[in-house]
């Protein structure tokens, strides 16, 4: 060792790598404060990263369920109010049907069955804002009742020939594991109104009918239009209950928004916690930072002043 140095080379070298770790510390601290994430780099997490990683992709695949689950939301929405004119059509359908035999009168029935047939019809055939038939199961591009006019109801071979739609129907997963079938189609929704619109049709169409032309009900026809009574009026139950559990699905649904909005507020808390910066935590951090990289400095700015000289006795001169 020179005779003007303390220090040796691996105390110096010891120091210098102290002083790298510290201001590595320090820009390491200064740089999540500025951009607010604890690290940019999933190597930067350490332990948490898996963790990171599995909460990052629960998240993403419940923000895939809320939108899906969303779209279902809208759809249910909209079939109850649809369910609810189809259910309030066959009201209708009964009391013209009661009203004719009540007052002996048909004139000016089948204004009104035409009539309720044409809304019915435009309610399974409506699309949502896609362009997409609502009723029409699998076959979206396809108009799921494929008549237009009374008269072709008349004259097709059954109920079930006019709709087009597929059997299957929509659903969606609201969560993992857990789906809710959400869709319906024409056929369901559309067949027992239908039905009773054609039997009313056939019979006027027929040799006992022309209610129009009817001034007092016949003997065929007061038989028949009091059968239709009871006909219209399971009609109108059985609407009614499909309105009904579709009101349970869109319930269901809702609740399944609600939970996507509950998981994600508990995702997002977590992925903050190990994702970003706390700031509190940070500007202690660095100043402690700060505090080791100065002592650092100090003490090899220091210890590389220092010469044996400065301990050695210094000899006196004889007198």
């Known amino acids: 060792m020179s005779i003007d140095r303390v220090a040796t080379a691996q105390q110096s070298a010891y120091l210098l790598s102290q002083i790298n770790q510290a201001g590595a510390k320090l820009d390491q601290t200064n740089k999540q404060i500025a951009s607010g994430v604890v690290a940019d780099t999933y190597a930067g997490f350490g ?5 990171l990683q599995a909460t990052l992709s ?13 779209l279902a939301s809208t759809q249910a929405d909209m079939q109850d109010t649809q369910l609810s004119s189809l259910s309030d059509l066959a009201t209708q359908l009964k009391k013209a049907v009661s009203d004719a035999v009540a007052n002996n009168d048909p004139t000016g029935l089948m204004a009104q069955v035409s009539s309720i047939f044409s809304q019915a ?18 076959r979206t591009d396809t108009a799921p009742v494929s008549i237009s006019s009374l008269s072709q109801l008349v004259s097709a071979p059954s109920t079930a020939s006019i709709f087009t739609n597929a059997d299957s129907k929509k659903s969606v997963q609201v969560a993992d594991g857990q789906t809710i079938s959400f869709g319906l189609t024409a056929s369901d929704v559309g067949t027992a109104l239908m039905q009773s619109l054609k039997d009313i049709a056939s019979f006027d169409a027929g040799g006992s009918g022309n209610f129009d ?10 038989s028949f239009l009091t059968s239709q009574i009871a006909a219209t009026g399971a009609v109108e139950t059985g609407l009614t209950a499909v309105t009904a559990q579709n009101g349970n699905v869109y319930n ?31 500007a202690t951090q660095l100043s402690l930072n700060q505090t080791a990289l100065q002592a650092a400095l100090q003490v090899t700015s220091t210890l590389n002043q220092l010469s044996l000289l400065n301990y050695m006795p210094v000899s006196g001169t004889a007198g």
């Open 47 to 51: 332990d948490q990263t898996q963790v």
């Open 58 to 70: 629960a998240q993403a695949r419940n923000s895939a369920y809320t939108t899906a689950t969303s």
């Open 121 to 138: 019809t435009s309610i399974l055939n409506s699309k949502d804002a896609n362009g997409d038939y609502i009723y029409a199961g699998g």
């Open 213 to 222: 032309n009817s001034t007092n009900l016949s003997g065929a026809q007061n």
């Open 252 to 282: 269901q649904l809702q609740a399944a928004t609600s939970q996507q909005s509950t998981s994600d507020t508990l995702y997002s808390s977590f992925i903050d916690k190990l994702q970003n910066t706390n700031m509190a935590d940070a």
